[in-house]
């Protein structure tokens, strides 16, 4: 079934949606701030051309962790430029975390130690950016 568009007797504005990893950014909010206090580390990340495990697998190598020990609230675009939450598990310390080297894909912004390990859907929200190219 085909539903008839609103504003089909409108012209259209043309343009480019998401051209450029960069053309598309969002940014996750969590519902709370990180203790300061506890055993894992939030680290907040950003992200480019890379899908949200493929970063915690680069995290989790560079950081000596299992994979399945990185707590991730939610999954992002691979083709966008996103900042996110991530949680290391102990012996991670914030130290370790901000002390990785930065690269185009994959930099480190912030690491804050927490009680608890970060879990699916612990998002407040998350704001976009939309960049449209050739109106």
């Known amino acids: 079934m085909t539903l008839p568009y609103l504003t089909s007797e409108l012209p259209g504005t043309g343009g480019m949606l998401r051209g450029r990893d960069d053309d598309f950014r969002v940014d996750e909010e969590l519902p709370y ?45 691979r083709h ?24 185009e894909a994959l930099q480190v912004l912030a690491a804050e130690r927490h009680n608890h390990k970060l879990r699916t859907g612990h998002v407040r929200a998350n704001r976009f950016v939309l960049r449209v190219r050739g109106v």
């Open 80 to 103: 966008a430029v996103t900042r996110q939450w991530m949680s290391m598990p102990p012996p991670v310390t914030p130290e370790q975390a901000l002390a990785l080297p930065a690269d």
């Open 33 to 77: 701030t990180p203790s300061g206090a506890g055993d894992h580390v939030f680290v907040h990340i950003e992200k480019r051309g890379l899908t949200t495990l493929v970063a915690a697998q680069r995290l989790a190598r560079a950081l000596g962790v299992r994979e399945r020990d990185i707590g991730i609230a939610g999954m992002k675009d």
